[in-house]
């Protein structure tokens, strides 16, 4: 505990936050007095610190190496700019964007302080905004290398960093090796043990709001409002994020109505105090949006996650409870993924140039597999990677990506990441020529699900206090391997870490079913849990459900015999 106590002096000494100083500098009297509490807490943050991956960094505000604040910014990003510097024969220029959580603004100009005193041509975006609007301006600006402060849609007391790369990587989220090489080079400036002599600079610039008018004028025109927007009653909610500002000026470039906001919603707030979890797909956080939808007795609710790079959609249905239902993630893909295809189509089909080569589909592996029948109805190509969009944005030749886990990029020409406000004014594009037509959202499923089949998915999220649960669960897959999923027999397991279809090796366990059923068991990248993701393709809705029902059943059995 001697050596604990002596790192945590250490870090309160080089610690420019009054705030998480006088957290530290109580944890230690409490632990000097023999409280084991404090003691355990003060294990927790100085044990190990937070991993610098493919996603970044994310983790819990707070002091010590585990957690999220200024020190360990300051290495991530002195670590960051070195890395920079080593691959680039001349300055690297890298711009920096932030949301409206706790810190983000901090955190962002320590960023550009630290990369301008390390030399680099640092760019602070004009003020919090969007993820999409940094993932623009790395392409846009012709940057090396971007970073957004954001923990996108994780809880309240979360905080992220977000590292993308500009040049042959096309402002696309850093992928292996680039991780490893960067986190070299943030270990190198903590061990050397004091951000205090860091060279800062304030001779960062500030981006010209012609960034932002840019995005909103790209994102406008990937689907200007079609005949039948007129008066479409609709609701809107920011889940207390960025995205309003920017939703609401690209809505009046593109020529749709102004919706109905949730107020309570509507603004930045890094405290989410309407919400228990800022995440549109987590249960009662779209419940203000029903609300507000029926008070006015709209068509359709619309939603953005904290930095607006996830939608959500919500319809009227009278059999849900409260009479609106959330689509899924991938009844949403499936809807923009038909739409994307069939421009793609007639645009000349498979011959026809998405970036990168011919026309293509791609989504994550565990998204459904109704993508890849759009793509092959169609004639286009079709990719399914792993999980997370700097997977998917490199699909050779993608002009439409999905995760199930509402994130869609739409035009992968202007951004390569999920962007929520260009998929929402996709989705907003074919409602409103539905309508022109007299149908509605609900009818362009119905029509989906005529042409290609009944596709339906389920999620179970198991939640743990103690990661190592997750690897024991995987572990015992693996050792003994299903031989059925309730009264379904197992015909095929993938395992990603032996390498499968030529994807990158990954935690993942594919279970193909005799029914044509498929069941993935992975854990999360960013949040201590653990996912199955349940699909299934049936001659009709309602036989899809029932297959989806016993699938579901069969999968939390398992669960139970292996935890």
Known sequence: ???????????????????????????????????????????????????????????????????????????????????????????????????????????????????????????????????????????????????????????????????????ADEGAQIVSPADAEIAAHIQRIADEGDVTVLPRSVGYANAPESVVEAYVAATAAVA????????????????????????????????????????????????????????????????????????????????????????AVAIPDADAEGGWRRLTGNEIGLLLGWRAARAAAGSGGSDAEGPGGAASLACSLVSSPGLQAVAEHYGLAFHSTLTGFKWISRAPGMVFGFEEALGYLVNPGTVRDKDGISAAVALLGMASAARAEGRTVADLLQEFRETFGAFASDQISIRVSDVSEIAGIMASLRAQPPSAVGEVAVSRIDDLLQGVDGLPLGDVLRLWLDDGSRLIVRPSGTEPKLKLYLDVRGSSAKKAARRLAALRAGAEELLVSVR
């Open 1 to 167: 505990m001697n050596a604990r106590l002596d790192a945590a002096r250490a870090w309160i000494a080089q610690d420019p936050d009054a705030v998480t100083r006088a957290e530290l500098e109580d944890l230690v009297a409490r632990v000097e007095t023999g409280d084991a509490e404090a003691a355990a807490d003060l294990e927790d943050r100085f044990s190990t610190r937070l991993a610098f991956g493919t996603a970044g960094l994310r983790g819990t505000l707070g002091a010590g190496p585990n957690r999220m604040n200024r020190v360990l910014v300051a290495q991530a990003a002195a670590g960051f700019a070195a890395y920079l510097r080593e691959r680039s024969s001349g300055t690297p220029t890298v711009v920096v964007g932030y949301d409206g959580r706790r810190n983000s603004d901090v955190f962002a100009r320590d960023s550009v302080e630290i990369f301008a005193g390390a030399g680099l041509n640092a760019i602070l975006l004009p003020r919090l905004l969007p993820t999409p609007v940094l993932a623009f301006a790395v392409r846009h600006l012709g940057a090396d290398a971007g970073v957004m402060v954001t923990a996108s849609h994780n809880p309240p007391d979360d905080n992220g960093y977000k590292v993308y790369l500009g040049g």
């Open 224 to 311: 200007p409002a079609p005949t039948g927007a007129e008066g479409l009653n609709w609701v809107y909610t920011a889940m207390h994020g960025v995205g309003w500002e920017t939703v609401s000026r690209v809505l009046t470039e593109a020529g749709y109505p102004q919706p109905t906001v949730v107020e309570a919603q509507i603004h930045p707030d890094g405290r989410f105090p309407t919400v228990a979890f800022p995440n549109p797909e987590e249960p009662g956080a779209m419940d203000l949006s029903f609300e507000t939808a029926r008070a006015v007795d709209a068509e359709l609710v619309i939603a953005n996650d904290p930095d607006a790079d996830r939608l």
